[in-house]
């Protein structure tokens, strides 16, 4: 099993830029695929970034592509969310999750990310 807690969203004007870290519980960091899922006011949650366990691949949605950068540190158990070119379609919670599977088991709290034009 494996806890995360994400941090550094906020406020920020159109253009600007937020890095959001997911910090994981547990020795067992590395095993897991990572993944970034937004959700805005009225809309369902959606994929937003995923990277598998060794850091090698990436995915994102089209919507963020040349935007956005996921990347994690296996040693300080940290997944990360850089995000560039922000616009106020990028305002969401913003969750991290883990999975082994097929699908992800594991859930943050999630962090506000506000982009005002």
Excluded: H
């Excluded at 159109?14 to 937004?38: D, H, I, K, N, P």
């Amino acid at each position: 099993q494996v806890q995360l807690v994400e941090s550094g969203g906020g406020l920020v004007q159109a253009g600007g830029s937020l890095r959001l870290s997911c910090a994981a519980s547990g020795r067992t960091f590395s095993t897991y695929g990572m993944g970034w899922f937004r959700q805005a006011p009225g809309k369902e949650r959606e994929f937003v970034a995923s990277i598998i366990p060794s850091g090698g691949s990436t995915s994102y949605v089209d919507s963020v592509k040349g935007r956005f950068t996921i990347s994690r540190d296996n040693a300080k158990n940290t997944l990360y969310l850089q995000m560039n070119s922000l616009k106020p379609e990028d305002t969401a919670v913003y969750y991290c999750a883990a999975r082994r599977g097929g699908w992800y088991d594991y859930w943050g709290q999630g962090t506000q990310v506000t982009v005002s034009s």
